[in-house]
T-cell receptor, first 114, second 113 residues
Framework: DAGVIQSPRHEVTEMGQEVTLRCKPI?????LFWYRQTMMRGLELLIY????????DSGMPEDRFSAKMPNASFSTLKIQPSEPRDSAVYFC????????????FGPGTRLLVL | AQSVTQLDSQVPVFEEAPVELRCNYS??????LFWYVQYPNQGLQLLLK??????LVKGINGFEAEFNKSQTSFHLRKPSVHISDTAEYFC???????????FGKGTRLHILP
């Protein structure tokens, strides 16, 4: 299996621009998680979906962030407008609902907002 | 809410020496505990997990961890480290049956030649 796929791997943008991060979970997994990793705050859970439905978005920092999962094989995390403090590595992870304890992580998207 | 404390942000150790990375969690009736590893410029990968049963858990790459309920600890150990073990290690916890995993801040393992 291909593993969790994220795109782009690197993104450099200017403050105020819209940023869209993409994730393809492992086929057959029905839970999907978005995380943000920074030096200061470590790894934070932003939102997670179960069977394409958002279950907990309490980690989403503010209204500038939004996430969607239109089908079982695709999810997006959008930041609009972006700010320098959004610079971080964003990870997507997926798991089977029957084994939520084991999450498979993608390689991450390194975002730099200038 | 659950929380995880990794007591050391960085641990230097000589190659072929033993290592222990420390992790403490906030107490709960039922917890699942994990160690994940992140190699440079990669995502996290599960090393091992404790869900129930034997308190000594063996994982990949020769690592093991011991669940100690009385001390609320889940320390990671390896008897002899290799240069390829250079990475950041994350301890994580979830309440039994909960979907969410809470990660610690990570411990960076430096292997010295």
């Amino acid at each position: 299996d291909a593993g969790v796929i994220q795109s782009p791997r690197h993104e450099v943008t200017e403050m105020g621009q819209e940023v869209t991060l993409r994730c393809k979970p492992i086929s057959g997994h029905n839970s999907l998680f978005w995380y943000r990793q920074t030096m200061m705050r470590g790894l934070e859970l932003l939102i997670y979906f179960n069977n394409n439905v958002p279950i907990d978005d309490s980690g989403m920092p503010e209204d500038r962030f939004s996430a969607k999962m239109p089908n079982a094989s695709f999810s997006t995390l959008k930041i609009q407008p972006s700010e320098p403090r959004d610079s971080a590595v964003y990870f997507c992870a997926s798991s089977w609902t029957s084994d939520l304890a084991t999450q498979y992580f993608g390689p991450g998207t390194r975002l730099l907002v200038l | 809410a659950q929380s995880v404390t990794q007591l050391d942000s960085q641990v230097p150790v000589f190659e072929e020496a033993p290592v222990e990375l420390r992790c403490n969690y906030s107490s709960s009736v039922s917890v699942y505990l994990f160690w994940y590893v992140q190699y440079p410029n990669q995502g996290l990968q599960l090393l091992l997990k404790y869900l129930s049963g034997s308190t000594l858990v063996k994982g990949i790459n020769g690592f093991e961890a011991e669940f100690n309920k009385s001390q609320t600890s889940f320390h990671l150990r390896k008897p002899s480290v290799h240069i390829s073990d250079t990475a950041e290690y994350f301890c994580a916890v979830s309440d039994g049956g909960d979907d969410k995993i809470i990660f610690g801040k990570g411990t960076r393992l430096h292997i010295l030649p």
